[in-house]
């Protein structure tokens, strides 16, 4: 049984760049919720996806954007990159019917010089 | 908005020890979940265990359990017979309980946890 899969594991990227940052959940799994989490820091709510749409949001501006697929899997973008973007990028997933258990990705280390 | 707070950024262990890691939250509502996540330095987040609100009785799992103080508001985490292998920094998580808040998860700070052979 396939546990939730992100990629790539490390991104470096300039400043005014864009990046796209990918999840695959665990099996069975329907909803994906991304998290930013800097250095030494708790993760951060980004946003949530199931049902292909964004369902809850937290305050991170619209240079981040997502999508899910049919497949459930689920994509992260940013826009006009940041310094202050380079952070850890969490993907975690669950069963809608058994919210209250998320699994977590690997994560994607974003590095922005 | 609710908010959850560690206020040890660093705790450490002897071998088969126990320790205790505390965490306080504040919230008005009555439906919610706790959780303790841990993060070793391989980054994955791993779910340690879970508290339902609604359920007195404090979660355990294996050497991991829970102090709940639902009125003082405080989930603290008790790991006994401390392993080498649960060296990692520990994660307290706070998820409101059903209505639109499905999965948001409000993380505290952390506590980077050291245990000593």
């Known amino acids: 049984d396939a546990g939730v899969t992100q990629s790539p594991t490390h991104l470096i990227k300039t400043r005014g760049q864009q990046v796209t940052l990918r999840c695959s959940p665990k099996?069975?799994?329907?909803?994906v919720s991304w998290y930013q989490q800097a250095l030494g820091q708790g993760p951060q709510f980004i946003f949530q996806?199931?049902?292909?749409?964004?369902?809850q949001r937290g305050n991170f501006p619209d240079r981040f954007s997502g999508h899910q697929f049919p497949n459930y899997s689920s994509e992260l973008n940013v826009n006009a990159l940041l310094l202050g973007d380079s952070a850890l990028y969490l993907c975690?997933?669950?069963?809608?019917?058994?919210?209250?258990?998320?699994?977590f990705g690997p994560g994607t280390r974003l590095t922005v010089l | 908005a609710q908010t959850v707070t560690q206020s040890q950024p660093e705790m450490s262990v002897q071998e088969a020890e126990t320790v205790t890691l505390s965490c306080t939250y504040d919230t008005s509502e009555s439906d919610y979940y706790l959780f303790w996540y841990k993060q070793p330095p391989s980054r994955q987040m791993i779910l340690v265990i879970r508290?339902?609100?609604?359920?007195?009785q404090n979660a355990t799992e294996n050497r991991f359990s829970v102090n709940f103080q639902k009125a003082a508001k405080s989930f603290s985490l008790k790991i006994s017979d401390s392993q080498l292998g649960d060296a990692a920094m520990y994660f307290c998580?706070?998820?409101?309980?059903?209505?639109?808040?499905?999965?948001?998860?409000?993380f505290g700070q952390g506590t980077i946890l050291t245990v000593h052979p």
């Open positions: 996806y199931y049902e292909e749409e964004e369902r």
């Open positions: 099996s069975g799994h329907d909803t």
């Open positions: 975690a997933s669950s069963l809608r019917g058994q919210i209250n258990t998320q699994y």
């Open positions: 508290q339902e609100a609604y359920k007195q």
């Open positions: 998580a706070y998820r409101r309980g059903g209505g639109t808040s499905y999965g948001k998860l409000t």
